[in-house]
């Protein structure tokens, strides 16, 4: 049995120096066509100071299709399937200031969902949570806005509904 060893086609530094070029156009570009170098600073600017929002929620497709809402409309996203998860996001990234939560995940439970804003809260306190859940009773409400959270959403909802909130809870 001969031993077969494999060499990529493409070395890593192949595809660096392209990947380098091809950002070295774009910044050409700008500075051509642009209003020089303002522009591309600009732009970077506004990419480093826009808001995060964490979106909590262990049904990947809502998560997915929030994401992708919100991407179109230039917001930066991360998306969390356990409560364990969005609390590391939270301790890691110190832009996050919104977080939509499902209070009923399966790692915590709805009393452990609950007690999941209080966490957060605790973390980042003058960060916005709005909680959602497909079983929101008048009890977990309640107990979700004494906590901490702005709003309550009932599953399913509509994306307009929560764009407003969102909009006026980091504009404000």
């Not at 660096?16 to 642009?34: C, F, I, K």
């Not at 979106?55 to 991360?78: A, F, G, M, P, R």
């Not at 452990?112 to 980042?124: A, D, E, F």
């Amino acid at each position: 049995m001969t031993s077969v060893s494999y060499t990529p086609a493409v070395s890593y530094n192949a595809i660096r120096s392209r990947w380098l070029r091809g950002l070295n156009l774009v910044w050409r570009l700008l500075y051509t066509h642009g209003e020089g170098w303002k522009c591309a600073g600009s732009l970077m600017a506004q990419v480093k100071t826009q808001p995060r929002v964490l979106i909590v929620d262990d049904e990947e497709d809502l998560c997915w299709t929030l994401t992708k809402i919100l991407e179109d409309l230039n917001y930066q996203v991360l998306s969390a399937h356990t409560g364990k998860s969005a609390l590391r996001h939270l301790q890691n990234d110190k832009r996050i200031r919104f977080t939509l939560l499902d209070v009923r995940l399966p790692d915590v439970g709805e009393a452990g969902g609950l007690s999941l804003i209080k966490k957060m809260k605790s973390i980042r306190p003058r960060m916005s949570v709005i909680a959602m859940s497909a079983f929101g009773s008048p009890f977990v409400k309640t107990q979700a806005k004494r906590l901490g959270a702005v709003a309550f959403l009932d599953k399913p909802f509509r994306v307009e509904k929560l764009l407003k909130l969102l909009r006026e809870t980091i504009g404000s």
